[in-house]
């Protein structure tokens, strides 16, 4: 490097120093193929062993051969925002509960700047902005999904540095598209919406009793202040749609570069509070076969699609977490490409925050958080060409 480029690479580091927080590491070249679309679908509260083998999930047994999968990848923390939070920012931004966002607050401080974390029993959570610490996952968890008498066990991550973005500030900054694509989310859309059965919702009836298929807690991208603000079109609240967007951007062929899908509480095996959830909302077995009839109506759908030939495209389908069991919180995570091989089984150590940096790497951005971090490995083997 000459001079003169030195001196621009010292006068662009002094301009940006928010951008290195958010970009410790540029992706290396080519580490995993260029992706155009990818569609990420968010399951919920199953341990892999109530999925493999499971009598009650035909269609993820079997479409799991066929595809690549991960038998060593574990959620990061407890309870499910967090793990939603990890997801898209690589980050649990100082959330450690499933509070609803305190929609468009102006005079709090996000948890990160305070360097304190959103424990259980906390306010809901302040609009996500700023950069300062994230909250600590523990190895032993007995204040959340955990208790002394019955600990949740985690791989423990320190506290650390972070920056209020997620991939979706990244897509709109490198001219790409994305969308949230949320079961149940009514008509009027996702502004101040926490649950709702598709009509109904807390905004429109008193919470007691309401249907809450559509649960925000399964929603990241809202608990961010400028995605609340809209400042930005292409970073506001018009990202987040229901399903019914969902089948018609497919048919229409107009799917974004990403694509977020998640599916109500019952399609997506949840399976508690059934009695908050409607009539076929159960807590037994059949949340399992519920949320495996909805997988198959969903990976159906995009794989019949006309575009799913064309081009670079991927559908990861991940659970965000074990719920409340006490062994380690390892999950089902499964990747099914148009590009390269199929069948491979990876046994490498992987969680959330590989997911995202993987995807990060596949659409060439800059790595999120702790997504960076050098002790986050790529999912080279499972999104492999040959």
């Not at 992706?27 to 399951?43: E, G």
């Not at 009650?56 to 959620?75: E, K, L, M, Q, R």
Request: hydrophobic share 35%.
């Amino acid at each position: 490097m000459n001079l003169k480029n030195t001196a621009l690479a010292l006068c662009l580091t002094a301009a940006l120093p928010g951008a290195l927080l958010a970009q410790k590491n540029a992706p290396p070249a080519h580490p995993i193929p260029h992706i155009d679309h990818v569609f990420v679908i968010m399951m919920e509260n199953h341990a892999y062993s109530e999925i493999f083998p499971n009598a009650n999930a035909p269609f993820i047994n079997s479409y799991a051969i066929t595809v690549n999968s991960a038998s060593n990848y574990y959620g990061v923390g407890h309870p499910s925002l967090t793990n939603y939070l990890e997801t898209v920012g690589g980050s649990n931004f100082g959330v450690v509960n499933d509070n609803s966002p305190d929609w468009h607050n102006t005079t709090c401080v996000s948890n990160i700047s305070l360097n304190a974390p959103a424990l259980e029993g906390a306010p809901n959570i302040c609009p996500i902005a700023g950069a300062g610490l994230d909250a600590a996952t523990p190895a032993v968890d007995t204040t959340n999904e955990g208790s002394p008498d019955s600990p949740v066990y985690n791989d423990p991550y320190a506290p650390a540095q972070t920056v209020s973005e997620t991939i979706a500030d990244q897509l709109v900054a490198a001219g790409k598209t994305w969308k949230s694509y949320q079961e149940n989310l009514p008509p009027y859309g996702a502004d101040w919406v926490n649950n709702s059965d598709g009509l109904i919702s807390n905004i429109t009836a008193p919470e007691p009793g309401m249907p809450k298929l559509y649960a925000v807690k399964h929603n990241p991208f809202v608990y961010f202040k400028n995605i609340q603000d809209g400042t930005n079109p292409s970073l506001s609240l018009k990202q987040i749609v229901g399903f019914d967007r969902l089948w018609a951007d497919i048919k229409g062929n107009s799917i974004p570069n990403f694509s977020y899908i998640v599916p109500n509480q019952c399609h997506d095996q949840h399976g508690r509070g059934a009695s908050e959830m409607g009539t076929g909302c159960n807590v037994d077995q059949n949340d399992i076969a519920q949320g495996d009839a909805a997988l198959k109506t969903i990976i159906s759908t995009i794989k019949s699609a006309p575009f799913w030939s064309h081009g670079n495209n991927v559908i990861v389908t991940v659970w965000d977490e074990n719920d409340y069991g006490t062994e380690p919180n390892q999950v089902v995570m499964l990747v099914d490409n148009n590009w390269g091989l199929h069948g491979v089984t990876s046994n490498v150590k992987y969680n959330h925050f590989s997911l995202l940096k993987s995807i990060e790497a596949g659409f060439n951005l800059p790595y999120l958080n702790h997504a960076a971090d050098s002790t986050t490995p790529l999912m080279t083997d499972l999104f492999a060409r040959h």
